[in-house]
T-cell receptor, first 116, second 115 residues
Framework: DTEVTQTPKHLVMGMTNKKSLKCEQH?????MYWYKQKAKKPPELMFV???????INESVPSRFSPECPNSSLLNLHLHALQPEDSALYLC???????????????FGSGTRLTVV | AQKITQTQPGMFVQEKEAVTLDCTYD???????LFWYKQPSSGEMIFLIY??????QNATEGRYSLNFQKARKSANLVISASQLGDSAMYFC????????????FGTGTRLTIIP
């Protein structure tokens, strides 16, 4: 299994809603990431988990709350979002060291989020 | 801090021709990795090729090759014999060599293959 699976593929939520994005990989990768991508822009890093611990938070607002329940799962909990948070949210995983040459950082197909 | 620069916002190339997408980078790290990704309109980021900073040979993967010139800090992607399915956004990116760090992207090049 060489995939990163993200669900849901599309999500529309109101500004008062609570929702969660899910990401799963079974490649044994020990680092997992959340990226946010606005239209016509490159992806921007939000969070990095390494060995199930949060290692990088790129000063993301607290309305985004990441969670890593185990080495295969990564969640992003959303609460009280703003319309400007509408974007493509990409999950990725990576294998450290020499593994980078084989598959790089492996990305999921993303969740297209619309906040209304 | 790491920085990636892609100076070609868009390119149009005739089918079956070779195409070179430019990428320059800046970093103070001695050990780093360089990547190219393809993003079709559907949104997924597809890994194409990787070059480690200490790799002496240019990386190749099928029709993709990476022209790595370390002294000039450039990592251009060469696609040979372009196909209609190559039309997409292409991102150059870099990270540290550990494999669990921030992946920094350039602004991308929109490649369109003309039949």
């Amino acid at each position: 299994d060489t995939e990163v699976t993200q669900t849901p593929k599309h999500l529309v939520m109101g500004m008062t809603n609570k929702k969660s994005l899910k990401c799963e990989q079974h490649m044994g990768h020990r680092a997992m990431y959340w990226y946010k991508q606005k239209a016509k822009k490159p992806p921007e890093l939000m969070f990095v988990y390494s060995y199930e611990k949060l290692s990088i938070n790129e000063s993301v607002p607290s309305r985004f709350s990441p969670e890593c329940p185990n080495s295969s799962l990564l969640n992003l909990h959303l609460h009280a979002l703003q319309p400007e948070d509408s974007a493509l949210y990409l999950c990725a995983s990576s294998q450290e060291g020499l593994g980078l040459a084989v598959g790089g950082y492996t990305f999921g197909s993303g969740t297209r989020l619309t906040v209304v | 801090a790491q920085k990636i620069t892609q100076t070609q916002p868009g390119m149009f190339v005739q089918e079956k021709e070779a195409v070179t997408l430019d990428c320059t980078y800046d970093t103070s790290d001695q050990s780093y990795g360089l990547f190219w990704y393809k993003q079709p309109s559907s949104g997924e980021m597809i890994f194409l090729i990787y070059q480690g900073s200490y790799d002496e040979q240019n990386a190749t993967e099928g029709r993709y090759s990476l022209n790595f010139q370390k002294a000039r800090k450039s990592a251009n992607l060469v696609i040979s014999a372009s196909q209609l399915g190559d039309s997409a956004m292409y991102f150059c990116a870099m990270s540290g060599a550990a494999g669990n760090e921030k992946l920094t992207f350039g602004t991308g090049t929109r490649l369109t293959i003309i039949p």
